[in-house]
């Protein structure tokens, strides 16, 4: 049973939600980001999102399109990010890892030679955003071979083609895009995401996490309602850069707490 699994299990058992922050490998310092990851787990987070920095992004929003900028900056790319993975993983065999990010750098490395690395430094998933599930079943055969869990984005406009795709090939959880739009957006139409998890369920028996434009407590805890996980990741970026490298800690911790204290109430 993987890590993802496996949370996802006592999670259920436990009648919990689980409790997914995202960062950018590199932002606001190299230095700073496992720091960083123990903090969001020390706030309660249940996995942890790590992301790779892209010099093209396109899902991402203006928020997190500065973070990787910021990461580039500090000559972060994908090995650097493994390495930091791997230093989580010294001191934290528990918490499941998954980087996010886009194909170009995973294929510059080599799909097997960076499968080989992720397993190595104790990544559990993998979201590829531009990896669309019919055009990559050998990387998630691939994958699922290595550990790992091949995660893929579903949206509003998804067909029930492409969410029975999906779900056939995906693992770990599926990752349902709140709303039409990028990351950070905050037109979050919570009744429509409320009607439209029931239809994914119809075709997975995965956890199902939602992300983009959850940005507090109250929206964490709405989506909740009717969602495995809640993902969050442009608000707690935009803490980190408002913040600054010596209180970006402080200031993520007062964002996340909050929010765990709400979808366990």
């Known amino acids: 049973m993987s890590r993802i699994q496996a949370c996802f299990e006592s999670l259920h058992q436990a009648g919990r939600k689980a409790l997914i922050p995202y960062i950018t490998g590199g932002d606001p310092t190299a230095a700073m980001t496992v720091p960083l990851m123990r903090a969001l787990v020390e706030s309660g987070a249940d996995i942890l999102e790590l992301g790779v920095p892209f010099s093209d992004p396109m899902a991402d929003g203006p ?65 590829v ?27 509003p406009t998804s067909t029930d083609q492409r969410i029975q795709e999906v779900a056939r090939v995906g693992s770990g959880y599926l990752y349902y895009v709140s709303l039409r739009g990028v990351t950070g957006a905050a037109n979050l139409d919570l009744d429509d ?31 909740a309602q009717t969602a495995d996980a809640v993902v969050i990741g442009s608000r707690i970026i935009q803490e980190i850069e408002a913040a600054g490298p010596e209180h970006a800690i402080a200031r993520v911790k007062a964002l996340l707490q909050p929010i765990r204290k709400a979808l366990d109430a």
Not at 66 to 89: K, Q
């Open 63 to 127: 928020v997190i399109q500065r973070s990787g900028e910021r990461a580039l900056r500090n000559g972060v790319g994908l090995r650097d990010v493994l390495g930091m993975a791997r230093d989580f993983r010294r001191e934290n065999a528990q918490t499941p890892l998954v980087l996010m990010g886009y194909a170009n750098p995973i294929e510059a490395m080599g799909t097997e030679s960076f499968m080989r690395a992720a397993q190595a430094a104790g990544v559990d998933g993998v979201i």
């Open 129 to 155: 955003v531009d990896y669309p599930p019919e055009e990559c079943v050998q990387f998630a055969a691939l994958a699922k071979a290595s550990g790992i869990d091949p995660i893929f984005l579903l949206a």
């Open 193 to 223: 995401v409320a009607a439209r998890i029931p239809r994914i369920r119809v075709a997975t028996r995965l956890p199902i996490g939602v992300g983009f434009g959850i940005r507090d407590a109250d929206s964490a805890r709405r989506v």
